[in-house]
């Protein structure tokens, strides 16, 4: 069953995000157990788009733009739309995991951001397959559905998890402690949610991967840091994410 729409203190902003998500996902979920019928061709960057990823897209530029008509919009697979309110901007993930997807392994997610004047103040990821619903606001806390979260407060190297997100190879003397999964998205999601200790990150992420995740991150207490473990604010130099304990052994334990 999909959650309810509407969550516990959400403004009407957080609303109007969670219910495109949602409404989204519906015809997601049905592709996805329909693969077979999956049309799937390859972008210009040799990365993989399929029809579900472009209905999906659609549907969100669709909803989001009624919602507030005068906002911006960039999404992965349309680009940016300048509206008349350019200091508001949806960022938008359609389909974050779609290599994932392609192979019905149930790991993808909608991600959407809200940036004013290029803060981001609102964030949601939902993962329609576990039915769980990441959300966030500037100075309210993060959530998982109706649930308030924290990151972790582990910092034994005996006790992490770490995640490698877009991150290529795997050191060998951390090979049981380390996953990759295949969706930057849920990933920092997860790290939000205390399920995964430290996260790392190619700088240079495209922006509609982290935008949303930063957010979550932030508020449920996470530290944003740079490829030397320096604070860091900038999408573009984002390495690591963590809490505030692995401030100094995050950096030193995977090669950037």
């Known amino acids: 069953m999909m959650i309810s729409v509407k969550l516990p203190n959400q403004s009407a902003t957080i609303t109007v995000m969670t219910k495109a998500a949602v409404k989204a996902s519906k015809g997601l979920l049905r592709d996805f157990n329909e693969l ?3 049309q799937v061709s390859i972008k210009t960057n040799k990365t993989f788009v399929t ?3 472009l209905r999906t897209d659609k549907l969100l530029r669709r909803d989001l733009s009624f919602a507030r008509p005068s906002y911006s919009i960039i999404t992965e697979e349309s680009g940016e739309i300048i509206g008349e309110d350019p200091s508001h901007r949806w960022v938008v993930d359609p389909l974050d995991g779609t290599f994932n997807y392609m192979h019905g392994f149930p790991h993808w997610a909608i991600s959407i951001a ?3 004047k290029n803060e981001v103040i609102a964030a949601v990821t939902y993962d329609p397959v576990k039915n769980e619903m990441f ?4 100075g309210c806390g993060a959530y998982l559905n109706d649930r308030k979260i924290r990151v972790s407060n582990k910092n034994r190297l005996e006790d992490l998890l770490l995640s490698l997100g877009n991150v290529p190879g795997v050191p060998k003397s ?3 402690s380390v ?6 998205t849920l990933d920092m999601a997860y790290l939000a949610a205390g399920r995964v200790d430290v996260l790392y990150c190619v700088p240079g992420s495209n922006e509609w991967d982290i935008a949303a995740g930063m ?3 932030k508020e449920a207490g996470g530290i944003l840091l740079d490829k ?4 860091t604010q900038s999408e573009k130099d984002l390495a690591i994410m963590t809490n505030i304990g692995l401030c100094s052994m995050a950096p030193k334990l995977v090669q950037m």
């Open 174 to 176: 951390l090979t049981q």
């Open 114 to 116: 809200l940036k004013k």
């Open 51 to 53: 029809s579900a990823d």
């Open 215 to 217: 957010l979550l991150i």
């Open 36 to 38: 077979e019928n999956l």
């Open 135 to 138: 959300w966030a606001e500037k």
């Open 228 to 231: 030397d473990g320096k604070p």
């Open 179 to 184: 996953r990759k999964s295949g969706s930057m």
